[in-house]
Nanobody, 123 residues
């Protein structure tokens, strides 16, 4: 069993920045960790993913160029640095973990999920 705990959300003005963190309770080995977000009334949307062992990343077009996913092996922590935030980035952001690379963009394909952290961007 792996527990994922997100932090770093908050209220920020449009154009501002936030860094989200996700701490995993166990070594993540060759797993894939990802960030998803869910805006009110919408489905979970893939944001970015990283393969823990190699650092390979995948980023959604909606945040590409504005957001960077990274990880710190020593701290068992994944980050999402978000810059130039827009009102449409407002959502609850979740981290998720899976063991295989298939369906990386699918929320339901992950094995573990965190509780989420709220990001609100005021325009």
């Amino acid at each position: 069993q792996v527990q994922l705990v997100e932090s770093g959300g908050g209220l920020v003005q449009a154009g501002g920045s936030l860094r989200l963190s996700c701490v995993a309770s166990a070594r993540t080995g060759s797993t894939y960790l990802a960030w998803f977000r869910q805006a009110p009334g919408k489905e979970h949307e893939f944001v970015a993913a990283i393969k823990w062992s190699t650092g390979s990343t995948w980023t959604a077009d909606s945040v590409k160029g504005r957001s960077t996913i990274s990880r710190d092996n020593a701290r068992n922590t994944m980050y999402l640095q978000m810059n130039s935030l827009k009102a449409e980035d407002t959502a609850v952001y979740y981290c998720a973990l899976k063991r295989y690379s298939s369906n990386l963009y699918s929320w339901g394909s992950y094995d573990y999920w965190g509780q989420g952290t709220q990001v609100t961007v005021s325009s």
